[in-house]
């Protein structure tokens, strides 16, 4: 089993930056992929950025160029920094990790509230 534990959001203007963290506990070995999901209110989840083992990374083409998906294997945490953030970047963003390369993500965070004033 494996939980995980998102932090670093809050209210930010636009233009600004923010860093979300989340941590990793539990079999941490039987991880291959980690991602950043975001919900804004009355709209889909979305998946936002990735990384894979081999530090293979995907990311929205919303947010190309400005968030970057990292991971710290040593402290077993996974990192989003979100540059120029925009007004609809706003939403609870949440983390997952999944122990196939593909397919649906095996575990979820509680989610961290972003929002970004215009």
């Known amino acids: 089993q494996v939980q995980l534990v998102e932090s670093g959001g809050g209210l930010v203007q636009a233009g600004g930056s923010l860093r979300l963290s989340c941590a990793a506990l539990?079999?941490?070995?039987?991880?291959?992929?980690m991602g950043w999901y975001r919900q804004a209110p009355g709209k889909e989840r979305e998946l936002v950025a990735s990384?894979?083992?081999?530090?293979?990374?995907y990311y929205a083409d919303s947010v190309k160029g400005r968030f970057t998906i990292s991971r710290d294997n040593a402290k077993n945490t996974l990192y989003l920094q979100m540059n120029s953030l925009k007004p609809e970047d706003t939403a609870m963003y949440y983390c997952a990790a999944r122990k196939t390369h593909i397919g649906r993500y095996d575990y979820w965070g509680q989610g961290t509230q972003v929002t970004v004033s215009s």
């Open positions: 990384i894979s083992t081999g530090d293979r990374t």
């Open positions: 539990g079999n941490i070995f039987s991880i291959n992929t």
